[in-house]
């Protein structure tokens, strides 16, 4: 499946590499102030200087992610533990020493696409965007292993109008709505001790959890010439959705085997943020086509995401590589 994913990664770049989305509605009113190149205005199209064009206007972006996701709390379920006994005096005296176990989390690629729409004699902009990572690990540490995959599906719905500050400066609030879904494994395999009789622990566990909720932003753009511009962005959302959590252990013993099965099912209202910087360019192609590329670092943070059986945030950070078409 991640080489299928790959394969799919590598198509998108080399169709169009993306920008975080997006959210552009303030392109053609700095470049008519000098921060920019001059705008790409089809002829038939009216453009006042220091007014936004009465044209509607079309965008495509695509990006490249390299994300590495964290999640809390894994360790718990992969602990393993020696128990000593032993006898000082008439007091019993038990000795506990545990390992922890957190995930070796690795770098994945990802990608992100949407497209939009510009509303003529406007600042204001809608679009959709589809983002999608996976990541998997495989460790193993002795005689103790554990395995943690996580499919992470976002889809957002982002309304944005910009307003001018300064000649070089545009804020952009922005209103949307997001759906998601993130899927994930975790297998262990471990091996404890308790007074020198070992016995092995096998654990598989999944958790899916769906959720939709709004989502509240704002950008910073400032124009510095030639084309180029940094960026800020910032957003808070909330999702209400449901936890679908599946688990058993299976302990081997010198006595025989015990098995523990867990299964939940719960309504909650996660919090999320998002936030990134980077740099931007952009230039006309054709007279009256506008390409942006973009290169930034982002971060990504769903709270209490992980459910197996502890409490944990799950956090994506990484770098963007984008391109966006507006025509």
Known sequence: MAYSLR??????????????????????????????????????????????????????????????????????????????????????????????????????LGFRIGAGYEFANSNCDIGAYWTRYHAQTCNQNGQNAHNWKIDFDVLDVVFSCACDWRSCFAVIPFVGLRYASIDQRLRTNLVSTVDGTSFTSTGNSKEDFYGVGPLFGIEGDVGIGCGLNLYGFGSVGVLYGRFHVRSNETEEVSTGIEVNYLRKCSLYCEPVFDAGVGIGWETCFCNNMLVIFQLGFEHHQYFNQNQFCSYGDLSLDGISLCVGIEF
């Open 7 to 108: 394969k799919i990664q590598m198509a998108i770049l080399a169709l169009v590499i993306t920008a975080t989305g997006s959210l552009q509605g303030n392109d053609d009113i700095l470049a008519s102030r000098g921060c920019y190149e001059a705008p790409c205005i089809p002829a038939e199209c009216c453009y006042d200087p220091g007014s936004y064009p009465c044209c509607c206007r079309f965008f495509v972006d695509a990006c490249l992610l390299y994300f590495r996701a964290f999640e809390g709390g894994l360790s718990s379920p992969c602990d393993s533990t020696q128990i000593t006994d032993s006898t000082v005096g008439d007091v019993l005296v038990s000795t506990l020493h545990g390992d922890s176990h957190d995930p070796n989390f690795d770098w994945n």
